[in-house]
């Protein structure tokens, strides 16, 4: 377990390294906000969270239905792309096992989909096993729209861009299809411990 200390960690190439970051990041203790386009205001009465196969829509859960779930809090460190990491965040919310549970889909494959157009394309593995959750508090409050509420995906073990901002859609799919960065050059998998930023990373 490496301890960590403010001060001990700076910008890249100053000082000695927190184990705890990853290669070519440093730390900031703000929250920046990074989205691609306006911040979708959506009322908790008409918000809905689906899972999709090429089937269509075969779960669906109203703000009620989802709040109802069995929610846990995750602690975890943030890995930003444009190089700041944040660590131990705290969330609250429902991991993707259970809202993957009993879904019978064929699909190794997800594209998230938000409200507001953004998609972000994952395997399937990178969001079972306790890797993922939908989370709707952020340090024991609802999320801050821009920060994506009322809820939105998070996969800290990938680079943030794959913790898309309010969620609206699970989608299974048999294959591999790249999301909104993903198409504009961001690396497919985006693993922070091996610096996928980019194509050919
Ligand atoms: N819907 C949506 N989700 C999104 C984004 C976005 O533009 N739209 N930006 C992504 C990127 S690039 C990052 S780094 C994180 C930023 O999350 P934050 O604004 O809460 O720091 O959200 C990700 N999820
Ligand atoms: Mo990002």
Redesign the pocket.
């Known amino acids: 377990m490496t301890t960590f200390s403010a001060g001990f960690t700076g910008r890249p190439g100053r000082g000695a390294r927190n184990a705890r970051v990853p290669p070519g990041q440093y730390v900031t203790y703000d929250?920046?906000?990074?989205?691609?386009?306006p911040t979708p205001l959506i009322p908790l009465d008409t918000w809905s969270l689906e899972v999709s196969g090429d089937a269509g829509v075969v779960r669906r859960w109203s703000w009620d239905e989802f709040r109802g779930l069995d929610a846990e809090q995750v602690t975890t460190d943030?890995h930003?792309?444009?190089r700041w990491s944040k660590l131990a965040t705290n969330w609250t919310g429902v991991p993707v096992d259970a809202l993957l549970a009993d879904v019978e889909l064929d699909g190794t494959f997800v594209i998230a989909s938000?409200?507001?157009g953004?998609t972000?394309n994952l395997p399937l593995d990178d969001l079972l096993d306790g890797k993922a959750w939908v989370v709707f508090e952020y340090d024991g409050r609802p999320i801050e729209p821009?920060?994506?509420g009322p809820a939105?995906l998070l996969v800290p073990h990938l680079?943030?861009?794959?913790?898309?901002?309010?969620?609206r859609d699970l989608r299974l799919q048999a294959r591999d299809a790249p999301g909104?960065?993903e198409q504009l050059g961001y690396h497919n998998h985006g693993d922070p411990w091996r610096e996928q930023r980019h194509w050919g990373d």
């Not at 929250?31 to 386009?37: D, H, K, N, W, Y």
Request: aromatic fraction near 26%; charge should be positive; glycine fraction near 10%.
């Open positions: 929250f920046p906000v990074l989205s691609a386009g943030l930003c792309v444009t938000s409200y507001g953004y972000t821009e920060h994506g939105r680079y943030l861009w794959k913790s898309a901002k309010w969620i909104f960065w």
